[in-house]
């Protein structure tokens, strides 16, 4: 499985990628927008951890690029902040699978990328 994490805070998408990479998930990282998009004009992602708010850029045209360039691909959101609280980012942002606090424990996102990025049952695949 593939994993891009997008995420300004590079202690914290650090520690994601240590916990990921120990499950044997092949990680990259993004730390903005133009960094985002040109890795997912490179490389393939089962899932993309995406900060809400970067320092750099939009995540929802991260988010949006995604849907084009890799229909598949699973988009986690992370935020330390309310915006979207109410669940609405899952009517703007098609590909959204899932909403979390970025304090959520690096097991507890790690488990939902695993539940995501697996292979899906309309894939065939068992």
Sequence with gaps: MKVLIVESQDDLARIWQRHLER?????SRACDQADAI???SSRCSDVIILDLVLNEGSALAVADYASYRQP?????????????SDGSIFSHVTNACA????????????????HYGGPSEQSGAA
């Design 23 to 27: 499950m044997g998930i092949i990680v």
């Design 72 to 84: 598949d691909a699973k988009v986690i959101f992370v935020t330390n902040t309310s915006f979207f």
């Design 38 to 40: 040109h890795q997912l």
């Design 99 to 114: 909403f979390v606090q970025s304090a959520t424990p690096p097991e507890d996102l790690a488990a939902m990328v695993e």
